[in-house]
């Protein structure tokens, strides 16, 4: 079975920074897309960034360049999401997604203005 499972959100202040893991199992992991999405009531669903562990590409939306940064561990099977310089506008529910395809669980993170 394909999992991801991601961890990290919480609440901070306004300025702050957060660290979001994606453990993935079931695939091959230096085949695949990993990428995060977030999802607020409002906004819908957004995708932040994505990071291809076969050539090592990557993506990252307009609002967040220079402030998120994405990592993987293949020894760990990980993919990490690192959020510095947090702004309100960015509480959502954060979502790992492999090949755009499967989903873990959400993991919110609330900042606080």
């Known amino acids: 079975d394909v999992q991801l499972q991601a961890s990290g959100g919480g609440l901070v202040q306004t300025g702050g920074s957060l660290r979001l893991s994606c453990v993935v199992s079931?695939?091959?992991?230096?085949?695949?897309?990993v990428g995060w999405f977030r999802q607020t009531p409002g906004k819908g669903r957004e995708a932040v960034s994505c990071?291809?562990?076969?050539?090592?590409?990557?993506y990252f939306a307009d609002n967040v360049k220079g402030r998120f940064t994405i990592s993987s561990d293949n020894a760990k099977n990980t993919v990490d999401l690192q959020i510095d310089s947090l702004k309100p506008e960015d509480t959502a529910v954060y979502y790992c997604v492999a090949q755009e395809t499967y989903w873990g669980q959400g993991t919110l993170v609330t900042v606080s203005s």
């Open positions: 079931g695939l091959s992991f230096g085949d695949i897309a």
């Open positions: 990071l291809s562990m076969y050539d090592g590409s990557t």
